[in-house]
């Protein structure tokens, strides 16, 4: 079977379980976002699949090879897994075309395929400078060529996005997107940031204190989040009825609901109004930026999108 | 024996803090002429080592000497004569000793002032507190761990120095162990002398393994804004400044200057080279292992991460807590042990190079390991994970990530290690081969022995320079990967 099986992994950093018989299986090419909050172990888990950490129990299965279990440890080496990091660690000493080509082995092939690299990834007027002459987007990109360059059977990318400011950001996540077609292969994205997960991933897994509690598409998480944890990571909520309402689900079309605005801020999408309404207070949008606070509103809830 | 030795121990150090702590504070939160020279200068010191302080020292104030000249100028000869001047005892000592050692101190809380200071000393501020109780109430109590580690190392090299002891004739435990060299190894004496010293070790060497990092880290530029200061509080604070670097620095070094420039003679004399090259020879040796050594301790720490990496490498670096007179000491009984009753296979080794090179390493390792690690953990642990994970292994890895990104800091490494060794004296004197001299015994032998500090003074000033190149190479080191 064509994918990654992760099965009961446990690893503690002294006294703290860092991650607690911790399962997630990929299928086929399916591009997953890991999510959670800072310390819940999206980091480690990342590092003992390509092998720069050991865990204390658990499997690790890799297209029906195994990478690891309670005999085995595969070296990272040697595991034919890519791995974009957070800085990039891109050599200092060597210059862009030197470090694409870094893991290749020398032959015509990959001398042809390390100049379609540098193509794809428009690096060839940067390809002879050194990394620190490059910006943060170009950078990005040789870090990515890297590690497509010796087509590996899966690529991991841990919070790559998180020296990119917002414009570049959102510019890159869609070349990421396309990189995901083009290539066709699995990758797990490990991020805190739920608009990353939620328009780059086929799936999204989230991390709570060391176990996967959710796995599904993003509008499954998003409008059935499993517990609160998950519903507050993806974004604002109003817990209602054992539901959890979205601020663009509430509608001032409808009547159901009567209630009063008692907080109002600004927001690019809309006013941001908190509702007191039936002893919930309600997170609505208000396009129009007609209420204010005070005012007697009436709204309804739409069904999930 | 054991409390003359704890006296010097607590005078030094008392009369390193004195120098060292006011200069590191105004350096670090003032701004005031001269400051950015003094404030490397004051590090320079650490170049002397302290038996040329010792005898430089006694020879300005012998009464031939250029306190005595000086003097003379200002106060009659008679008046001057009947205060019977004598600094060759253990008070005087104690401040030769200090003035080479406070850079220690200094260097350390200049970290901490640096570091730590800055907000809260304003926050101080704001609250309406002034300066004077703002340094007792603030900036004291946060730099003391810091001032403390710094006082461990001069603890150190208090119980460390034989040769400034030796010519002051005064009987500290590291005299003990040479009496014993002489004598018999289970004599009473050397083994209280062991004891103390073990004791002393493992005491000091935990704050040594903390502070000699920040010894290193200390020498970049602050980055935020030095309070102004008045014109003539500025001068002021300037003099307070310079009177340890005048002291520790310029006064030897001119001192050794006008002695060495009546021996021109040796200067350029066929045994000045020779004993120079020796010297050179010797230190290059034993500073290539320790740099290799150094570096695969370094590399096993990052591939082999957990307890037992780290014990190995705590374990090398303990020798630099132990006195060299001891080290030395250590390493001739293990080769009479080893080479059992008759002269046996290992007897060679007994006066050879070999085991002086051996007692250096184990000295001096920690020297080493604690200059490089500073380059090591400049590289980012990712960079080896990124050349794993594209499928290079380990040791390729090495070659092709850590070696080239490391080049200049080995460099560094070999030069700071091979000054270190140029100035060790106990372990050379007690396992130089015969008829073998290097820069720092001869020196020493040649203002103990022949009494000349004249003789002693080109070898000592060409050690100084050395030494001082080294420091300041140090200094620029830092001061660029700090950028």
Redesign the interface.
């Known amino acids: 079977m064509k994918g990654l099986s992760i099965q009961h992994i446990t690893k503690s950093f002294g006294s703290s379980k860092v991650l607690n018989d911790c399962s997630l299986d990929i299928n086929g090419n399916d591009f997953v976002a890991l999510l959670g909050e800072s310390g819940s172990g999206k980091s480690t888990l990342l590092r003992l699949i390509s092998g720069f950490e050991s865990p204390e129990k658990g499997k690790v299965i890799l297209n029906n090879r195994v990478l690891l279990d309670d005999q085995l440890f595969v070296k990272p080496e040697d595991r034919h897994i890519g791995m974009i990091f957070q800085n990039y660690a891109l050599f200092p000493h060597l210059s862009v075309r030197k470090n694409i080509a870094f893991g290749m082995s020398a032959s015509p092939e990959s001398e042809a395929y390390l100049e379609e690299l540098i193509e794809i990834f428009e690096l060839a007027e940067q390809q002879h400078k050194k990394p620190s002459n490059l910006s943060g987007g170009q950078q990005q990109r040789v870090a990515i060529a890297r590690a497509l360059a010796v087509n590996p059977s899966l690529l991991l990318m841990d919070e790559p996005f998180s020296n990119l400011d917002q414009t570049l950001r959102r510019k890159v996540r869609i070349e990421i997107k396309a990189m995901h077609e083009k290539f066709s292969i699995p990758m797990i994205l490990v991020s805190h940031d739920p608009e990353d997960a939620l328009e780059l991933a086929d799936k999204i897994a989230v991390l709570q204190q060391g176990k996967i509690v959710q796995f599904g598409v993003p509008s499954e998480l998003y409008y059935n989040p499993v517990n609160q944890y998950v519903a507050d990571l993806l974004g604002p909520n109003t817990k209602y009825k054992n539901q959890f309402i979205r601020p663009e689900q509430i509608t001032f079309n409808r009547s159901d609901f009567q209630g009063k605005v008692i907080r109002s801020a600004f927001s690019m999408r809309g006013n941001i109004l908190v509702i007191e309404a039936d002893g919930h207070e309600f997170l609505a949008y208000d396009y129009s930026r007609t209420n204010t606070i005070g005012d007697e509103v009436s709204f309804g809830i739409l069904a999930n999108h | 024996m054991v409390f003359t030795t704890l006296r010097m121990i607590l005078g030094v150090g008392l009369i390193a803090a004195i120098l060292a702590i006011p200069s590191a504070y105004f350096v670090s939160n003032y701004q005031f002429p001269l400051r950015g020279f003094l404030r490397k200068a004051n590090i320079l010191p650490v170049a002397i080592p302290t038996y040329i302080m010792g005898f430089t020292y006694a020879s300005i104030f012998s009464v031939t000497g250029s306190f005595y000249a000086f003097a003379e100028l200002f106060i009659d000869r008679e008046t001057l004569y009947s205060w019977d001047i004598d600094v060759v005892n253990e008070l005087g000592l104690m401040f030769f000793l200090a003035f080479a050692l406070y850079p220690y101190v200094y260097s350390a809380a200049l970290v901490s002032f640096s570091i730590k200071n800055k907000s809260i000393e304003e926050a101080a501020a704001s609250l309406g507190v002034g300066p004077w109780k703002r340094f007792w109430k603030v900036s004291f109590p946060i730099v003391l761990p810091a001032v403390l580690s710094g006082l461990a190392l001069v603890t150190m090299e208090v119980l460390n120095d034989y040769g400034a002891m030796a010519y002051f004739n005064i009987n500290t435990i590291t005299a003990g162990i040479f009496q014993a060299k002489q004598m018999d190894f289970t004599s009473s004496v050397f083994l209280s002398a062991l004891f103390f010293v073990v004791i002393a070790s493992v005491f000091i060497s935990y704050y040594l393994f903390k502070s000699y990092k920040k010894v290193a880290s200390t020498l970049s530029s602050p980055s935020y804004d030095l309070m102004p200061m008045e014109k003539k509080q500025g001068m002021l604070v300037s003099f307070v400044v310079f009177i340890p670097f005048f002291l520790g620095f310029i006064l030897p070094v001119i001192e050794l200057v006008s002695l060495a420039s009546s021996r021109l003679n040796i200067i350029f004399s066929m045994d000045f080279l020779i004993i120079s090259l020796n010297a050179v020879q010797l230190a290059f040796i034993p500073a290539l292992i320790i740099v290799l050594l150094s570096l695969i301790l370094l590399y096993n720490e990052y591939i082999n991460k957990g307890f037992f990496s780290r014990f190995i490498s705590a374990i090398s670096n303990i020798g630099y807590a132990i006195p060299g007179a001891i080290i030395a000491v250590a390493v001739m009984s293990f080769v009479i042990v080893l080479d059992g009753e008759e002269k046996g296979f290992y007897h060679f080794l007994i006066d050879s190079l070999i085991l002086l090179i051996f007692a250096f390493v184990i000295r001096f390792l920690a020297v080493g390991y604690n200059t490089l690690e500073g380059g090591f953990y400049k590289i980012?642990k990712?960079?080896p994970?990124?050349?794993?994970?594209?499928?290079?292994?380990?040791f390729k890895t090495f070659i092709?990530?850590y070696f080239?990104?490391l080049k200049s800091a080995l460099l560094t490494t070999l030069a700071i290690v091979m000054v270190d060794i140029l100035k060790e004296l106990p372990i050379t004197l007690l396992l130089q081969p015969f008829n073998f001299h290097t820069l720092a015994t001869v020196a020493y032998e040649k203002a103990k022995i022949t009494e000349s500090v004249r003789d002693a003074a080109p070898f000592a000033l060409l050690l100084i320079i050395v030494g001082t190149f080294a420091v300041l190479f140090l200094v620029k080191d830092f001061s660029k990967k700090n950028k």
């Open positions: 980012t990712q960079l994970d990124a050349s794993r994970s594209l499928g290079v292994g380990s092709r990530v080239p990104l």
